[in-house]
């Protein structure tokens, strides 16, 4: 499939990613990986305004003219980013591990985040409870116990008890069993 092509094609259930002319699937989303995903935009859409933020769920991100990934979350400073594709990137992208996903082989996927000028990478493992922050400082990534992003600043803490399953409050990404 060509480049014009795959910008024009909506797929079946996930979008898929565009690696050098090949058209990958990515693994779907399962319960754990759609309520982390949820509470997250949910979270970060409560701050848009007071951050001047915006906030888009499984967006395609150009990484050079024949690599296209898709991230879970990509959250942009507030300004013009293009049109139907983001032209500039997200200075933050947000992964969540599906039961199928291994974090080796999101290695290259952060990376290219990384080197296209992407400021912070979140990389959530739903079944696991835990998070890993990946930034130029850290490319290597670090386990969070707090999820951050500088400029605006933002912090949310992973494992923080909370009463509610769904949605789970202001500060909380993971439900309660």
Known sequence: M???EYLRTSFDNADCEYLDGEVVERNLGERPHAEVQGRLIYLLMQMASRLGIQVLPEIRVPIHSR??????????????IGERI???????AIEILSSEDRIIRMQPKIQEYLSIGVEWVWLIDPDKKSAIG???QDPGGVLSSVLRAENPAIEIPPRQTVRSRFLAGAHEIFAQP
């Open 2 to 4: 060509d480049l014009a």
């Open 134 to 136: 990946y930034s130029k």
């Open 86 to 92: 983001p032209t500039v990137p997200p200075f933050l």
């Open 67 to 80: 690599r296209f990934r898709v991230a879970d979350v990509a959250v942009w400073r507030a300004g013009y």
